[in-house]
């Protein structure tokens, strides 16, 4: 029967364990990162698409008004 040495054997396991946390960790923060990149470009491609709407809005408005204000000159004009 061989006999085997307690001390030596915990320190392999607790070496493999410990390297197994630490690619558990690994994984868990570089997860942990991408979600927050994720959800940073995801806020940040919302903010992009919620300031060019008001963009597109205030360029319609502007050509309606300046329309609306040459229909008044032709008025003024005509009478």
């Given amino acids: 029967m061989v006999e ?6 915990n ?9 197994s946390l630490a ?3 690994e994984v868990f923060v570089n997860w ?7 959800s940073v470009a995801v806020c940040v491609m ?10 597109s809005l ?6 309606f ?3 609306s204000d040459s229909r008044r000159e032709g008025r003024k004009r005509s009478s």
């Fill in 46 to 55: 919302s903010m992009a698409n919620v300031m060019s709407i008001p963009k």
């Fill in 65 to 67: 008004s300046a329309a």
């Fill in 23 to 25: 690619k558990l960790t």
């Fill in 11 to 19: 320190h392999k396991l607790l070496a493999e364990f410990s390297k």
């Fill in 58 to 63: 205030i360029s319609s408005t502007r050509r």
């Fill in 4 to 9: 085997i040495d307690a001390p030596q054997v």
């Fill in 32 to 38: 942990r990162l991408w979600k927050e990149m994720c």
